[in-house]
């Protein structure tokens, strides 16, 4: 008798391809390939209008090299302001609102009835970009920061009471039992089983909105949102690329304090 050779592992480990069959998963491929190609082919381009816009994107960046934030500071300034102010406020209104909707948002701490209402508002405020909602609410209320700081709290509810729920619902359910054992009620629970899991994760999408929030106020003031958005876009109509080059420095400057200034304040927290 022969000895039995011992079992062949295999010495290397690939990943299943997620459709077994090779001709379906290269027709697919292929398909897709097509489907981009006749995709592209359908873009209409203009080359020559392509081509006048070279000059125009070359001024533009001359601009960009040569700023001038001196000509139109003062309105530079209104528009900065604006923004700022909207964004703050903004956020501190659609975080206020967002907690008790994130709340009843959350499966399982929510009876179906909230959830149900909660989770229609979030979808409902997801639903629309930002800037249809701004002119939804110039229409309402005109030209003017009022509709940019309604515009940026409606946008802040659908984002943040969103990531809320869905953090409360993987909190560590251990922790709420522990508390429910005790004969804590429903707000108890929340208040010392869930606010301490989830709070540094609640502050720091507080932070990353409030950037979020600045950036978007220059795009909804195109429409007249009020912001610094209306001050470039004037700028941009009336060709002064250098006016244009300096407001977006002092955007990128805002967002890049925004950032690091949001980093250190996660790390204090953590």
Do not use: H
């Amino acid at each position: 008798m022969t000895a039995a050779s011992p079992t062949q592992f295999p010495t290397t480990w690939s990943r299943p391809p997620f459709i077994k069959r090779a001709w379906l998963r290269w027709a697919l491929y292929f398909g897709a390939l097509v489907y981009m190609v006749l995709s592209i082919g359908s873009v209409e381009v203009n080359w020559v209008r392509v081509w006048e816009g070279l000059d125009r994107g070359l001024r533009f960046v001359q601009g960009f090299l040569v700023p001038d934030f001196t000509s139109r500071w003062d309105d530079i300034l209104i528009g900065m302001e604006e923004s700022l102010t909207m964004t703050v406020t903004s956020t501190v209104v659609g975080v206020a609102i967002s907690v008790p909707i994130g709340i009843g948002a959350a499966r399982n701490i929510a009876p179906l009835p909230v959830y149900a209402v909660c989770r229609a508002i979030i979808a409902l405020s997801r639903s629309f970009q930002e800037i249809i909602i701004a002119i939804l609410f110039v229409v309402m209320f005109g030209f003017g920061p009022l509709a940019g700081f309604m515009t940026l709290s409606f946008a802040t509810i659908g984002f943040l009471a969103k990531l809320l729920a869905e953090d409360i619902e993987d909190i560590d359910e251990s922790q709420a039992e522990a508390v429910r054992a005790t004969g804590a009620g429903w707000w108890q629970v929340v208040t010392y089983a869930i606010q301490p899991q989830v709070m540094p994760r609640l502050i720091g999408l507080s932070l990353y909105r409030l950037d979020i929030n600045f950036r978007e106020s220059a795009v909804i003031g195109i429409v007249g949102a009020g912001g610094i958005g209306a001050t470039l876009n004037t700028a941009m109509d009336r060709y002064e690329y250098d006016s244009a080059a300096a407001i977006l420095i002092l955007i990128i400057l805002i967002v890049m304090a925004a950032e690091y200034s949001s980093g250190y304040v996660r790390k204090w927290l953590q």
